[in-house]
DNA sequence: CAGCCAAAAATTTGATCATATTCTGCCGCC
DNA sequence: GGCGGCAGAATATGATCAAATTTTTGGCTG
């Protein structure tokens, strides 16, 4: 079940629409794992959970299910969608080709700031692996990623990114969980030094690779565990 | 302003819940520029016009706006987007990465019964250039696209190939009922023939040109007009 | 006296909620 | 095992409240 908590309007949210807030709620909760794929979502669970009115749920859910981020069951029902192995070769292709013009977009605007608090990410990121802390490796990685897109200054791509991050989230949370995060690629040090040595094909092909062997990494765990129902 | 068209749940509808409906019409509308880019959107303006309540509209808004169809304003306005040239190249790149990968795919899962269809569609869009009947070409050089999304049997490339054609749709219409169809490029008959004798690549590379071209006719239009309000 | 800026009321539109209605799935009964 | 009712959840509506834009009006200045 989905665990009680109430929106708090935090002070960076400030006067969001209630809609927004739970949007963004349910979001961070798909995004890094805390719904597990096939898990099945409901209004009022969540009118419940979070303590606002049906009309803001309804919206926020049709809004994530359009972004792929939950599906649609035909009869009326939710649920987190649970992703193929053909599923995740459609994501691999499309994040490398994506991903990869990002972040030589990225390397052409990249300012010394930027630089610097990728630098302080990618740092978070390692102390995450190495204390085995699944939620904060996921949180870092993807705010590694998304500092480098917002860099890029390419709205249109880096929505069709984060739409696909939506996408494999709840499964890498699940690899994670399962298989720790010791073995997991990083090419993040490579891509910080070609960046460094303005070389922007390389910040590129850097990109590709990270993505490549994450992806395929997921695909081959996934890959064992097609067809099986226990979660976790 | 809208034109006031009641829903009408035709025989294919059956039993469509409403907001489905309404997505449906609101996105066949901006698919094909019915609504002008910059055009104003209001809630209570669609109530009053397809008939429906409140709620239904509202998600249909909410899920079009999530997929880049409509944009927020900032202060709660709601308005089809404007397509800057800078979006527009990045609309182009993605497209020829993606729809190349689904004529590749659609070139290997092809039937006798869907390659017949897909002549049948380029012939009618080339009665439609002949005839320039503009709204004819963009609806039948989207069914076109959208039958080898459907061969090609990939939900997630086609999805986002799906919600690429919303963003240029209705600076397409501008284009074409600015210019005409007559000297918009069709690379639709390489395709075909690249089809019958197997050659997958050379319908991916039909694609990706077709692609290419349509789209960067529509860029050197589009640089024409940037920062006039004329609309038209 | 006319024109203009500004402030305030009024209207329009969006956001949220409570409620009614419809549909789905399940359970018990025949 | 099939059929009908029952419970629960989703869909849809209208009412209500809040925000923003537009209009009006009053005062000031040239």
Known sequence: MIKKQALKPSQTDAKQPVHEQVYQTLRAMILFGELAPGQAVTIQGLTDSLGAGM????????RLMSEGALMFQGNRRVSVPVLTQDDLHQVIFIRKSIEAELARRAAQKMTPTAAEALEKLDAALDQAIE???????????????????????????????????????????????RFGTQNLPDRHKEMLKA?????????ARAMEQDVEQGMEQMAGVLSENEGRHDSI
């Not at 009309?55 to 049709?62: F, K």
């Not at 890029?152 to 949370?173: K, N």
């Not at 460094?196 to 094909?201: L, R």
Request: aromatic content about 10%; some cysteine.
């Open 195 to 203: 960046l460094h040595a303005g070389d922007v094909e390389g910040v």
């Open 55 to 62: 009309t803001p749920v309804r919206e926020a859910i049709r």
């Open 131 to 177: 204390t085995g802390d699944v939620g904060g490796y996921l949180r870092s990685n993807y705010d590694f990623h998304a500092l480098l897109y917002s860099v890029a200054d390419a709205p249109i791509l880096t929505e069709m990114a984060d739409r696909l991050w939506l996408r494999f989230g709840p499964s890498l949370r699940v690899v994670c969980g």
